[in-house]
Nanobody
Framework: QVQLVESGGGLVQAGGSLRLSCATSGHTFRRNGMAWFRQAPGMDREFVAAVTGGLVTIYADSVKGRFAISRDNAKIMVYLQMNSLKPEDTAVYYC??????????????????WGQGTQVTVSS
């Protein structure tokens, strides 16, 4: 059974930092693209960042320069370092994994496996 479990969310003041982690089990995702998405209340789930097995990364424009995605292929862990957080970053953050190792997508429908989410709240 494939499982993705996020951790590291919480409450932080604007300008602060958080580091999210995503632990995987039940599947070898070493070559697969993995991503972070977020969803604020009443909004669609939106792309944040993604990384290939070969460590190529892509980011949403809204987080470029502030967030950094990384992965540990030995542990099959994915991380999201979030710096200079803003109130508009408040959302539930989800880890996702793609079953197709040939692509790195920005759309939720391109990812087959999802975690349960972790809440990030940034106060002003």
């Amino acid at each position: 059974q494939v499982q993705l479990v996020e951790s590291g969310g919480g409450l932080v003041q604007a300008g602060g930092s958080l580091r999210l982690s995503c632990a995987t089990s039940g599947h070898t995702f070493r070559r697969n693209g993995m991503a972070w998405f977020r969803q604020a209340p009443g909004m669609d789930r939106e792309f944040v960042a993604a990384v290939t097995g070969g460590l190529v990364t892509i980011y949403a424009d809204s987080v470029k320069g502030r967030f950094a995605i990384s992965r540990d292929n030995a542990k099959i862990m994915v991380y999201l370092q979030m710096n200079s957080l803003k109130p508009e970053d408040t959302a539930v953050y989800y880890c996702a994994a793609d079953d197709d190792s040939r692509r790195l997508g920005r759309l939720p429908r391109e990812y087959e496996y999802w975690g349960q989410g972790t809440q990030v709240t940034v106060s002003s």
